[in-house]
């Protein structure tokens, strides 16, 4: 099967170079599969999962908290504001930052304030249901 | 002859001298490593950055944003120079403020007019005691540069950029080629010079999602920050590496001085002795 040119990389560093026959991103209209000839794509992605396929299967699960997805017929690159693999999200951690995300969006006055405090929560929300799939899908393997 | 005591002062101080020079090429080295470490990690993503915004200049888009069309009638340019804040690291900087000046002469004597953005302190006195057109300042960026601190600058020149006061942006930074080379270099930043692609077709356009003014404006502003934050932390890295080599050239140059000294200090005192030998043995004659 051909295969495509994956590239993720944050600002904090390279997290994945390699090729896969598909690479499932969380792009902001919604999840985008991207195969081998994929038509060039410009786009935002949302807080979510980066799933880097080979045989079928999830070789690499990275979570991403937002950035942006160029498509080229032969390559991907994920542009990523954070990033780290899903073996990295600490459990406890995660659920700490969604529970003081939830606090400030409820403490909040100002608008901008709130803003902030509800992107934070998404993000929060968005790393704990990774972890959860991947814990899942992991478990059926 | 100059007398001992002098001489053994002036050693004493070239020591004092050698041993600050020693500590902060130490301090240097080990900043280095670490600012070395920063720069490598941020690399990818800013050269992931241009080669995608470069595939975007190349692409037959029905919409043109004015960062990546434009650009022919150029009146007044920008230039936003990254440099230390501190001295005491060689021909660093003014190595940088050189090229930049010479650029700006080009420029003037094409008849465009020149505004500069200037990122750190050593910078900024610079362009100052050239009467130079300084529209933005940024200085005490510390060993780690954050983005946050960068944008101010970059945010001024990006908007007269959008009002139409510059027709281009340019960026005049040191990039870290190895521990004894750092190239300065000024770069066109906006509007973006295509990539071409040879595997590309020779028309295409991407999908955008969303609509391409929205997106695109996202995209390029976060481009021109990134590009400006590598030079940033660029420019750390290559600020320790300049201090380490040139306070190891003084402290080497501090031990010849006082290896001389040393020579002259003996011959001096050996003359004293002499003297004082062949004064006491003609006064035994006398007697």
């Not at chain 1, 951690?93 to 992107?119: D, F, H, I, L, W």
């Not at chain 2, 400006?228 to 003084?250: I, L, P």
Request: aromatic residues 4%; hydrophobic residues 45%; charged residues 25%.
């Amino acid at each position: 099967m051909s295969t495509i040119q994956v590239d993720i990389v944050s600002a904090e560093g390279e997290i994945f170079s390699g090729t896969a026959e598909m690479a499932i991103c969380p792009a902001i209209q919604g999840d985008v599969g991207v195969t081998p000839k994929h038509t060039p794509l410009l786009t935002k992605l949302r807080a979510g999962e980066v799933r880097v396929q080979n045989g079928g299967k999830d070789q690499e699960t990275i979570f991403v908290t937002g950035g942006i997805l160029e498509i080229q017929p032969n390559q991907v690159t994920v542009l990523a504001d954070t990033a780290m693999r899903a073996d990295d999200i600490d459990e406890a951690a995660a659920q700490e930052a969604k529970q003081r995300a939830e606090e400030a969006v409820a403490n909040q006055q100002s608008n901008a304030e709130v803003g902030t405090a509800q992107a934070e929560l998404a993000i929060a929300i968005a790393r704990l249901r990774v972890l959860e799939s991947y814990r899942k899908r992991k478990g059926a393997r | 002859m100059a007398n001992a005591k002098e001489i053994r002062t002036q050693i004493k101080s070239i020591k004092n001298t050698q041993k600050i020079t020693k500590a902060m090429e130490m301090v240097a080295a080990s900043k280095m490593r670490k600012a070395q470490d920063r720069m490598a990690a941020s690399r990818p993503y800013a050269e992931k950055m241009r080669n995608v915004i470069g595939h975007l200049a190349d692409a037959s888009s029905d919409f043109t944003h004015p960062y990546l069309a434009g650009g022919e009638d150029v009146k007044k340019v920008g230039i936003i120079v990254v440099a230390t804040d501190r001295g005491l690291c060689g021909g660093l900087n003014i190595n940088l403020f050189r090229k930049t000046l010479q650029f700006m002469q080009e420029q003037e004597k094409a008849g465009v007019e020149v505004e500069l953005s200037v990122i750190g302190r050593k910078a900024g006195s610079f362009f100052r005691g050239v009467k130079a057109n300084i529209v933005a300042s940024k200085e005490n960026l510390g060993d780690t540069p954050h983005l946050v601190d960068i944008i101010g600058a970059v945010k001024v020149m990006l908007d007269s950029f959008d009002n139409g006061d510059i027709d281009r942006l340019y960026m005049a930074n040191n990039s870290f080629v190895n521990t004894m080379t750092q190239s300065p270099d000024v770069k066109q930043v906006l509007p973006v010079v295509p990539v071409t692609d040879e595997e590309l077709p020779q028309h295409w356009d991407y999908l955008y999602e969303p609509a391409p003014a929205e997106l695109l404006d996202g995209v390029l502003k976060r481009y021109v920050e990134s590009q400006v934050y590598q030079a940033a932390v660029d420019n750390v890295a290559c600020e320790m590496a300049a201090r380490m080599v040139a306070m190891k050239a003084a402290s080497d140059n501090a031990g010849n001085l006082i290896e001389d000294l040393q020579l002259v200090y003996n011959k001096a005192r050996q003359a004293a002795i002499t003297t004082e030998l062949t004064e006491i043995v003609a006064g035994a004659a006398a007697v």
